[in-house]
């Protein structure tokens, strides 16, 4: 399993990297777009969780997020490799894989991993990825015009090849690329026409060939208003040479950037860039700990508990916030997510004037009850809030989100949409999501000193 150099970056602010990198902040950030993909990128396609136990995984994110369970490969359907579930709501998709014994496989005459539908599946490095991370995104899949052109380009500017292109039954190709850490960048390609889910209800056609449909009565029929997954966030050790990797392979281009100056607080930081494709619907963020400040980074935290780099956090796209985060809150003590603690009633005072013009008073009101967080940019309006760490380590967590604003048309097909990233990435909440997460690292470390005392 490859682990980055975990030294620290040297000091608390931005400074240069390699070919001339520097963190300018985001006062003095002048966000272009040159449209500089190497190669065509449509849309995130899905993320794929590994660990021990599909099964339980599965059904808590279903139940917690309103994400039925609608296609599996597992020993029901003759794939004696690997457990695997996909939950979907709207275009988002998670796929929760874990290994099954070798030996299964083996006493059929197989090899372990001749049966998988994934066939970049490794029974060795599921293992070992799920005992050094614990639950954690193996994968970030996105569906581009070619994959394996995009593995080609991708190797070509540098990248670092994890599996080349395997054709899936004559219709599906799939690639991947080391992304950070153990995490890899999944491209998905389709020979035939687009697979529409909603079109075709089999998940061999649009998904992955290998995956039958779910029966409807295995699942729980829950929809709680998520539809897309908005962002996908990295923490690395050190921002610049990561950025520029990303950025060397894909063509991506910086969408913004934040220094500890611009979102920490008195106590710790972070600095962020968020790289993006053409249409800036796939966004891929990156941040790094500071060093110097009165306690130790939430990022440095992270690292230390996932073992080197790796998925922080995923933004989920919600078509209406107030009515999802009515239902997880539901369930955050029957088997759902739990939330970071709200902002004092203060926060709530001032947002009259800060998003009066946009959200009405009773929705307000149901941001304080709710504990939803309301920043804005100068083009739109994002509402966001956090979940606490989804798993035993203070590592990957959720965040809801829901833009308001931005919509242009698209004049080719006569429909409008709304641009990406609109209303920014909550700048004027980091700090309050900061203190939260203070706050909930102090019980850790409260019970820690208990310990070492007994």
Known sequence: MGKEDATPAPGPGPGPGPAGFKLVGFANFARVNPKSDRFRVKRFHHVEFWCTDATNAARRFSWGLGMPIVAKSDLSTGNLSHASYLLRSGDLHFLFTAPYSPSIAAAHNFSHTATASVPTFDFSACRA????????????AVEVEDAGLAFSTSVAHGA??????????GRAVIAEIQLYGDVVLRYVSYKTHYPNPNRDPDPNSWFLPGFERMDETSSYPLDFGIRRLDHAVGNVPVLAPAVEYVKGFTG????????AEDVGTSESGLNSVVLASNDE??????????????????????????????????ALVSEDIFRTLREMRRRSGVGGFEFMPPPPPTYYRSLRNRAGDVLTEEQMTECEELGILVDRDDQGTLLQIFTKPVGDRPTIFIEIIQRVGCMVK?????????KGGCGGFGKGNFSELFKSIE????????AATRTAHC
């Open 439 to 446: 706050e909930f690292e102090k019980t850790l470390e409260a």
């Open 410 to 418: 698209d004049e080719e097909h006569g429909q409008e949409y709304q």
């Open 160 to 169: 670092k090849p994890s599996s080349p292109p395997i054709i899936l039954d």
């Open 281 to 314: 619907m796939v966004l891929l963020p990156l941040n790094e700990p500071v060093f110097g400040t009165k306690r130790k980074s939430q990022i440095q935290t992270y690292l230390e508990h996932n073992e080197g780099a790796g998925v922080q956090h995923l």
């Open 129 to 140: 990825f799920a005992a050094t991370h614990g639950l954690a995104v193996r994968s970030i």
């Open 252 to 259: 991506f281009h910086e969408f913004a950037e934040f220094t």
